[in-house]
């Protein structure tokens, strides 16, 4: 079965700070993987979705980024935080064969 | 008109209610329809999913489909205070897109 592994769980930066959240897949290859943020009672936001290696949609604009290096690896980045960056960040994958969606734990980002 | 409309609540009630949780939808495309459930600050953990129109049941879960009126419902027998969360339903990507397609959520507090 397929897991996903996120970390930080939990992460407290200054404003102008940079960021890095890494998400890592396992039991599955070429899914898609996603990345959504969740404000506090807030629904998902999908921020950035991406369906192979080095291919990254970006569906808001803002002042993050993101990158697929590797199959089962996506990460989400920020060369200066701002206080409105503060969220719940979901990694979530949906496998190449199936309709089922899988969430990771979550990274807690709090901007200060 | 959002593609999913989802009640924030919350949703109150006493254990042992029966609780019905509800999504409308508005594209006919759709074939298959997730619910999750979140605890708080928790990823979303995938509850039931089910194919088409009918019920489909899970010990005190039943998902129900009405495709004709576009209408989904999450039927919890027997609520227990563990049973508190955050319920989500989702639908997968479909018609050459990428992106699935959630609900906002709906806030639950089952009291003792």
């Known amino acids: 079965s397929q897991t996903i592994h996120q970390w930080p769980a939990t992460l407290v930066q200054p404003v102008g700070s940079p960021l890095s959240l890494e998400c890592t897949v396992e039991?599955?290859?070429?899914?898609?993987l996603y990345w959504y943020r969740q404000a506090a009672g807030r629904g998902l936001q999908l921020l950035f979705y991406?369906?192979?290696?080095?291919?990254i949609s970006s569906e808001v604009p803002q002042n993050l980024s993101a990158s697929r290096p590797q199959d089962r690896q996506f990460i989400l980045s920020s060369k200066k935080l701002l206080l409105s960056d503060s969220g719940f960040y979901l990694c979530?994958?949906?496998?190449?064969?199936?309709?089922?969606?899988?969430f990771g734990e979550g990274s807690w980002l709090t901007v200060v | 008109q959002k593609e999913v409309e989802q009640d924030p609540g919350p949703l109150s009630v006493p254990e042992g209610a029966i609780v019905s949780l509800n999504c409308t939808y508005s594209?006919?495309?759709?074939?298959?329809f997730m619910w999750y459930r979140q605890y708080s600050r928790k990823g979303p953990e995938l509850l039931m999913y089910t194919y088409s129109s009918g019920n489909k049941e899970d010990g005190r879960f039943t998902a129900q489909v009405d495709k004709s009126s576009k209408y989904i419902s999450l039927f919890i027998r027997d609520s227990q205070p563990s049973d508190s969360a955050t319920y989500l339903c989702a639908m997968p990507a479909s018609g050459g897109s990428y992106i699935p397609t959630f609900g906002r959520g709906t806030s639950l507090i089952v009291h003792p």
């Open positions: 039991g599955t290859s070429n899914p898609n």
């Open positions: 991406s369906v192979g290696i080095g291919q």
């Open positions: 979530a994958l949906l496998p190449s064969s199936g309709n089922t969606i899988y």
């Open positions: 594209n006919s495309a759709f074939q298959y």
